[in-house]
């Protein structure tokens, strides 16, 4: 990957970031260039969706990173859905690249931005460097979906997501998997059982391996998109 982003050592990819809530907008602005170095350079921050299609179309952006949910103008409400926008930019500006940033998850939300030309999707609790991630693979010609939502959006086509909570809540896997999102940790939950940790071990690399992650964190992040955790 690195000698592939040689291009843009020499011109830096171009983002402008369209969020409106001030604090958000600030931050990723100055945390997106922390992570990236040089080879990144944010060209506008926008607050509406009006200053955003000015500033795309005066500064052509390699990259946006597109709020759902914008003002049209200041003091505005809303009258457009993400979709809308993403289709709108890319009629104008194909290679324009759009990331989603929204605090919404839901699989057929997701769909249809992708569908619409949406590049990649986030949810707004994202690390800096994933988000460094999802730049530096769409500006490549990529797609990126953070995993947990690209998980349940494989499950969300597939229709398997009843059979996915089944098999997860099912025998000694659905046991090892309440006590996990209680917040036990594996040697934990042998003793509560009680069964070995190996068996623990194994539990839990069987409920990973249904829900197509890899961390504990996205065991519980996911689980909570399923329904299986209360808020």
């Not at 040689?6 to 020499?10: A, L, S, V």
């Not at 921050?45 to 969706?49: D, H, I």
């Not at 200053?51 to 709020?67: F, G, I, K, S, W």
């Given at each position: 990957?690195?000698d592939?982003l040689?291009?843009?050592?020499?011109s830096?990819?171009?983002?402008?970031?369209?969020e409106?809530e001030?604090?958000?907008r600030?931050a990723?602005?100055e945390?997106?260039?922390q992570?990236?170095?040089s080879?990144?350079?944010?060209v506008s921050?926008?607050?509406?969706?009006s200053?955003?299609?000015?500033?795309?179309?005066?500064?052509?952006?390699?990259?946006?990173?597109?709020?759902l949910?914008?003002?049209?103008?200041?003091?505005l409400?809303c009258?457009?859905?993400?979709?809308?926008?993403?289709?709108?930019?890319?009629?104008?500006?194909?290679e324009v690249?759009?990331?989603?940033?929204?605090?919404h998850?839901?699989?057929?939300l997701?769909?249809?931005c992708l569908?619409a030309?949406?590049?990649?999707?986030?949810g707004?609790?994202?690390l800096?460097?994933e988000?460094?991630?999802a730049?530096?693979?769409?500006a490549?010609?990529?797609?990126y979906v953070?995993?947990?939502?690209?998980a349940?959006?494989?499950?969300?086509?597939?229709?398997?997501?009843?059979?996915?909570?089944?098999?997860?809540?099912?025998?000694?896997?659905?046991?090892?998997?309440?006590l996990?999102l209680?917040g036990?940790?594996?040697?934990e939950?042998?003793?509560?059982?009680?069964?070995?940790k190996?068996?623990v071990?194994?539990k839990?690399a069987e409920?990973k391996?249904?829900?197509g992650?890899d961390?504990t964190?996205?065991i519980?992040r996911l689980?909570?998109?399923?329904?299986?955790?209360?808020?």
């Open positions: 990957m690195p592939r040689d291009r843009f050592r020499i830096p990819i171009r983002v402008l970031i369209a409106d001030v604090l958000l600030t990723v602005a945390l997106l260039p992570v990236a170095g080879v990144v350079k944010v921050t926008c607050a509406t969706r200053q955003m299609l000015r500033d795309t179309r005066a500064l052509r952006p390699n990259v946006v990173l597109l709020d949910r914008m003002p049209d103008r200041d003091g409400l009258t457009l859905g993400g979709a809308e926008t993403i289709a709108a930019l890319q009629r104008q500006w194909t690249r759009v990331i989603c940033l929204s605090v998850a839901e699989p057929d997701v769909r249809t569908d030309g949406a590049a990649g999707y986030l707004k609790g994202v800096p460097e988000l460094w991630r730049v530096r693979s769409v490549l010609g990529g797609r953070e995993p947990m939502l690209q349940r959006l494989d499950m969300h086509i597939a229709g398997a997501e009843t059979e996915v909570r089944s098999q997860l809540l099912a025998g000694r896997r659905g046991d090892v998997l309440r996990l209680e036990h940790s594996p040697a939950i042998a003793a509560t059982l009680p069964i070995t190996k068996y071990d194994k839990i409920i391996a249904l829900l992650v961390t964190i996205r519980y689980c909570r998109e399923l329904g299986l955790v209360d808020d």
